[in-house]
């Protein structure tokens, strides 16, 4: 099956500091989700971003499809970004609409 | 408007007993999945369901687990004589599918327990 591999695994950043978040994947793929889960658990979309580049706030993403990896990008960022942040993609052909998560990046933010 | 709902949130069953989770997706949401959470990792795939088709339950661990749609809203998943190995975070997400965009949304999970 498709290979999604996250890096680095862990992070601890300053408030204020600056991050980039990367995903690798190995197969094309149909539909890619950047998501944060936060300490109670939940799952919350950050980016619906299969290609191109996105902007939220302090937030934003690029995915090169043809390179087969994403870029999760932090700026400023504060202590309420802690928790862990994931991706996940639907294969291309053949995935039936699943998502495959990636292994994580475990994201600490200290004052 | 409302989001992926659960229940219960949390559930303790001893080794041995049958235990039942509810989704709730968001309305008119045309797919359907289960995930499930290990400690430590990220969700992995059990099921998917289009409206009250099951089209593909390939992540299920075993026939003990099962799932069901039967009126292509709520979705409830059994697990049958629960073992300790079953404890993990049961994850429910929806998508509306018909727009071609397939972006996921999930619900706050069902946190499963086996003693």
């Known amino acids: 099956g498709i290979q999604v591999e996250q890096s680095p695994p862990d992070l601890i950043l300053q408030e204020g500091a600056n991050s980039t978040l990367r995903c690798n994947f190995s197969?094309?793929?149909?539909?890619l989700q950047w998501f944060h889960q936060n300490p109670w658990g939940q799952l919350i979309n950050l980016f619906y971003i299969p290609s191109g580049t996105k902007q939220n706030g302090r937030l934003s993403a690029t995915t090169v499809a043809t390179e087969r990896y994403s870029l999760l990008y932090i700026s400023s960022s504060q202590t309420t970004d802690s928790g862990v942040y994931f991706c996940?993609?639907?294969?291309?052909?053949?995935?039936?609409?699943?998502?495959?998560f990636g292994t994580g990046t475990q994201l600490k933010v200290e004052l | 408007g409302a989001g992926v709902s659960q229940s219960p949130r949390y559930k303790v069953a001893k080794r041995g007993q049958d235990v039942a989770l509810r989704c709730d997706p968001i309305?008119?949401?045309?797919?359907l999945f289960w995930y499930q959470q290990a400690l430590g990792q990220g969700p992995e795939f059990l099921t998917y369901?289009?409206?009250?088709?099951?089209?593909?339950k390939s992540g299920l661990p075993s026939d003990r687990f099962f799932a069901e749609r039967p009126e292509g809203s709520v979705s409830t998943l059994k697990i049958q004589r629960t073992q300790q190995e079953d404890s993990a975070v049961y994850l429910c997400?929806?998508?509306?599918?018909?727009?071609?965009?397939?972006?996921?949304?999930f619900g706050p999970g069902t946190r499963l327990t086996v003693t």
């Open positions: 197969d094309s793929v149909n539909n």
């Open positions: 997400a929806s998508s509306l599918l018909e727009t071609a965009t397939y972006e996921q949304y």
């Open positions: 369901f289009q409206n009250e088709a099951q089209l593909d």
């Open positions: 996940a993609v639907e294969l291309l052909t053949g995935g039936g609409n699943k998502l495959t």
């Open positions: 309305s008119g949401h045309v797919s």
